[in-house]
């Protein structure tokens, strides 16, 4: 009986592990799969403090507004839930997760989103997760793998014999990315969404007389974005719009005219109209002819919380239950320190 009882303890033992192990190896193959840029349900969902300002959009937003600076600056709780080319309809199913967790005072909506393709319908409620290329979906299979329980999708086997004859190209650095991965969730990332990147690529071509009528897609958009603006009232949260700095300075202005008139009573910031006022340098502060570096993001982000002392939000620096960002502040802080030194990215 005792001998019986090991063979199928260890064969439930070994079928788990293979499980496991199964799903981690289709992660790593994966090369989408295998990022962990943008925003993080999982992480999110163990804040302990309420969040003041929830900062939604695209890559455009996850490298132009760090929760850190924030912090560091006056004591805001803020956290940017964002992904690659993120659609509105995304952003709009995303904000109804969240705000079954959180209720910010104010919610920040990067606007380039108008311009992207969209689907007419939302995803479905288990599509946590901003974009393609998010590690949540995979995190919570390998969670649901170790712990016994049913994964919802049956598909977790697929990475794996899809994308196996990947095995020449990996590195030391892509098995790094996943254990990265996994480590971080063991407690909120320092980072909060925010995708740093460092230095300049390239020489940064400015371009003003580019302003294109707005796309095929905007309708379409306009539709979310009312619904956007209906779930900001139905929480009390003061709905911001905003632009962010692009070497294409006036690429966006047809869209904002359009938005100006169809809500009048709503901020809108166009960072590009006030480079000057931010200190912001296209040649040096961009990353990209789209996306700030650091250096960037940190004069946006000041600017950005200089702008909404409208809401008279309280500076929370000095009391003791937010003690854990003072923390995680130190742990940014080294991180950047050594991503510098590095000469890397985030």
């Known amino acids: 009986m005792l001998f019986l009882a090991k063979k199928i303890c260890g064969t439930v033992l070994f079928g788990g592990g293979l499980v496991f192990a199964l799903v981690f190896l289709g992660v790593l193959f994966n090369p989408e799969k295998a990022s962990t840029v943008g925003f993080n349900f999982t992480e999110f969902k163990q804040e302990k403090q309420p969040i ?17 600076e924030a912090w560091k600056a006056a004591g805001l709780t803020s956290y940017v839930a964002a992904g690659p080319e993120q659609g509105l309809n995304v952003t709009c199913a995303l904000m109804e997760e969240i705000f079954k967790y959180s209720r910010p005072r104010c919610v920040v909506l990067e606007l380039r989103g108008l311009s992207f393709e969209t689907a007419g319908e939302k995803p479905s409620a288990e599509y946590y997760s901003p974009g393609e290329g998010r590690i949540n979906g995979w995190y919570d299979k390998l969670s649901q793998a170790a712990s016994g329980k049913k994964i919802a999708d049956g598909n977790y086997f697929y990475d794996f014999f899809t994308f196996h004859n990947r095995w020449k190209e990996l590195t030391a650095k892509d098995f790094e990315q996943v254990y990265q991965a996994l480590k971080s969730r063991l407690s ?40 956007i603006k209906a779930m900001c009232a139905g929480i009390g949260a003061e709905a911001v719009f905003l632009v962010t700095p692009s070497a294409n300075v006036n690429y966006f202005d047809r869209y904002l005219e359009e938005v100006a008139e169809l809500y009048p009573d709503t901020r809108i910031v166009d960072l590009n109209a006030r480079l000057a006022d931010i200190g912001f340098d296209l040649s040096r502060d961009m990353y990209d002819g789209g996306h700030p570096n650091f250096d960037g993001a940190v004069k946006c982000t000041r600017y950005l919380v200089e702008y909404l002392k409208f809401l008279g939000l309280k500076d929370n620096r000095a009391t003791l239950e937010y003690s ?3 923390k995680q502040l130190a742990l940014y802080e080294k991180a950047m320190s050594e991503i510098k030194q590095s000469g890397g990215n985030g």
């Open 324 to 326: 854990q960002w003072n």
């Open 188 to 227: 909120p990332s320092f980072y909060k969404g925010y995708v740093p990147l460092l230095g300049t690529r390239g020489t940064i071509e400015v371009y003003d007389d580019d302003i294109p009528e707005p796309n095929k897609f905007f309708a379409q958009n306009l539709r979310w974005l009312e619904q």
């Open 52 to 68: 003041d300002i929830m900062f939604f959009g695209s890559s455009f937003m996850y490298c132009s507004f760090s929760p850190m």
